[in-house]
């Protein structure tokens, strides 16, 4: 059981930044694909980023140039840095694993418990 810990959200002011962080216990993040997605009220879950095995990143057009998603396979973290942030950026925030035991292992997803992001105007 692979568990993800979401942290690092918070109030903010329109134009700042937060850095968010998804550590994983229980098992390596080497051979997963990691994504964030966000949920703001009344609206459906979207993804924001996404990073691959091989680091390539994708990114919604609502965030590109203004969100960067990295990792750190020695820490088995997964991060989000949101710069410029804007009040329409508010929602919670969720980390999710593909998760793989081994390269050639079917995925099983996991998702953390989410971290509320407030981008005030």
């Known amino acids: 059981q692979v568990n993800l810990v979401e942290s690092g959200g918070g109030l903010v002011q329109a134009g700042g930044s937060l850095r968010l962080s998804c550590a994983a216990s229980?098992?390596?993040?080497?051979?997963?694909?990691m994504g964030w997605y966000r949920q703001a009220p009344g609206k459906q879950r979207e993804l924001v980023a996404r990073?691959?095995?091989?680091?390539?990143?994708e990114y919604a057009d609502s965030v590109k140039g203004r969100f960067t998603i990295s990792r750190d396979y020695a820490k088995n973290t997964v991060y989000l840095q949101m710069n410029s942030l804007k009040p329409e950026d508010t929602a919670v925030y969720y980390c999710?694993?593909?998760?793989?035991?081994?390269?050639?292992?079917?995925?099983?997803?996991?998702w953390g418990q989410g971290t509320q992001v407030t981008v005030s105007s």
């Open positions: 229980g098992g390596s993040l080497n051979f997963s694909p």
């Open positions: 990073i691959t095995t091989t680091s390539t990143m």
């Open positions: 999710n694993a593909d998760w793989r035991r081994t390269s050639w292992s079917p995925p099983v997803p996991y």
